[in-house]
């Protein structure tokens, strides 16, 4: 068959899908709206559902009850957490000037998650059917931003495998640390620039893998 040169048409979008997609992060922005006025135990599915102006027939297409729910949640923070790690991991070097950029970014995401953390955090311990899922879960999204951190291998030549996976981890768990005082616990601090004391800790904790050694404090 002759090549007439045309290009095959771009897939129509399954608008069906989509509309799910919309769907599912309305109900949970609406539980969030409806868990941070009412204690999780308190609250109905038909609560959400008002909440999210849907019928409560939909809600439950979507989730089968509210730890289901709080799950959803709870994924969503380690989806923008798995972002934002994904973004200092695909920088080309780390630098002091780098880190400390990121550490802007992050923080806007934090801020944007903050109200979805609190939420997850208060209802989590009523949700979870048992408390080594909660530790899986934090585990496994753990292991991932890590894995993230430790690439290329060329970033961290010289250095031990195992030492730069925990050099990770200890970084991982000082931001967020920080961040879950800071922004989410609303925590006062009287530093001009916070995240300037932040981004020395973590240039020191990264130290083997920065390009700018001489930047580090």
């Known amino acids: 068959m002759q090549d007439t040169g045309r290009m095959e048409p771009t897939p129509r979008r399954n608008l069906r899908e989509e509309q799910k997609i919309l769907t599912h992060r309305r ?11 009412t204690p999780f135990l308190e609250t109905r599915m038909e609560d959400i559902a008002r909440a999210a102006g849907v019928t409560r027939a939909t809600v439950y297409a979507h989730f089968p009850g509210k730890a289901e729910i709080v799950d959803a949640l709870v994924a969503r923070v380690y989806g923008v957490l798995g972002e934002a790690y994904a973004d200092l991991a695909a920088l080309p070097r780390w630098t002091r000037a780098d880190i400390r950029n990121w550490l802007d970014e992050a923080a806007a995401r934090w801020r944007e998650m903050a109200p979805v953390r609190r939420v997850a955090n208060a209802a989590a311990p009523a949700a979870l059917r048992s408390l080594g899922e909660g530790r899986v879960q934090y585990v496994e999204a753990h292991e991932r931003y890590v894995a993230m951190l430790v690439e290329p291998p060329e970033r961290w030549r010289g250095v031990d495998p195992a030492e730069a996976r925990q050099r990770a981890l200890m970084a991982v768990l000082q931001t967020e640390s920080f961040f879950a005082a800071w922004i989410a616990v609303e925590w006062p601090l009287e530093t001009a620039d916070p995240l300037h004391l932040l981004a020395d800790s973590l240039c020191h904790l990264l130290a083997p893998a920065l390009e700018n050694d001489s930047a580090v404090t």
């Open 27 to 37: 109900l949970l922005d609406a539980a969030v709206t409806v868990f941070t006025e």
